[in-house]
């Protein structure tokens, strides 16, 4: 069956400092994949996300390439702001019509100023 | 819109006990889900729907029951409370995007439910 596998946390970095989350995947077809984060004391918010190999996703400075040959699909940022401090979820979604997501254990990020 | 929204924000159950978690999204998407968050465990899917009427089971359906009877709601049962069930449950709806790229799943704020 699908799986994901992230980086364990927590990951503690200072501001402006650059941030690689790693996740690699176990599928077979061709999923979709996203990173979701979540705020202290919220539910999740979709960050970006792929749909096909070498597609990029990025959005608020952080972004993501589908990379079939390493499944992987890792999140970096060029320079963390304090108000990035949350948990990422890496997930993966289905092949065709019911998209069930299968989710990371989740990295929590801790940004110091 | 208010999105999907979730209620109660809290519960405290004893053991043995009943009760219904409500969801609700006014996007008029096909598809909801619910997922229990544990620690160091992620997101796992209890049940899920892709139109009213129709539900199926997700990685962890014991002890919860659902059904959908509308495109707006839907509701998750626990007819008998366990320790076990103590978490953090998130309903999510979506739908397929104009352009026919893949679903995206939106996420209510979230029960956080304990049992004793």
């Known amino acids: 069956g699908n799986s994901v596998t992230q980086m364990e946390g927590p990951v503690t970095l200072s501001e402006e400092a650059f941030l690689t989350i790693n996740c690699t995947y176990t599928?077979?077809?061709?999923?979709?994949l996203f990173w979701y984060v979540q705020y202290p004391g919220e539910g999740l918010q979709l960050l970006l996300k792929a749909t096909k190999a070498d597609d990029k996703g990025s959005n608020k400075g952080f972004e993501a390439t589908y990379r079939k040959e390493t499944t992987s699909f890792h999140l970096e940022k060029g320079s963390v702001q304090v108000s990035d401090s949350a948990v990422y979820f890496c997930a993966l979604g289905g092949n065709f019509g019911n998209e069930k997501l299968t989710f990371g254990t989740g990295t929590r990020l801790t940004i110091i100023p | 819109n208010a999105g999907v929204t979730q209620t109660p924000k809290f519960q405290v159950l004893k053991t043995g006990q009943s009760m219904t978690l409500q969801c609700a999204q006014d996007?008029?998407?096909?598809?909801m889900s619910w997922y229990r968050q544990d620690p160091g465990m992620g997101l796992r899917l209890i049940h899920y729907s892709v139109g009213a009427g129709i539900t199926d089971q997700g990685e962890v359906p014991n002890g919860y029951n659902v059904s959908r009877s509308t495109t707006e709601d839907f509701p998750l049962r626990l007819l008998s409370a366990a320790p076990s069930q103590t978490s953090v449950y998130f309903c999510a709806s979506s739908y397929r995007p104009p352009s026919g790229s893949r679903y995206e799943q939106y996420f209510g704020p979230g029960t956080r439910l304990t049992v004793t």
């Open positions: 599928a077979t077809g061709y999923p979709s």
């Open positions: 996007m008029n998407h096909e598809y």
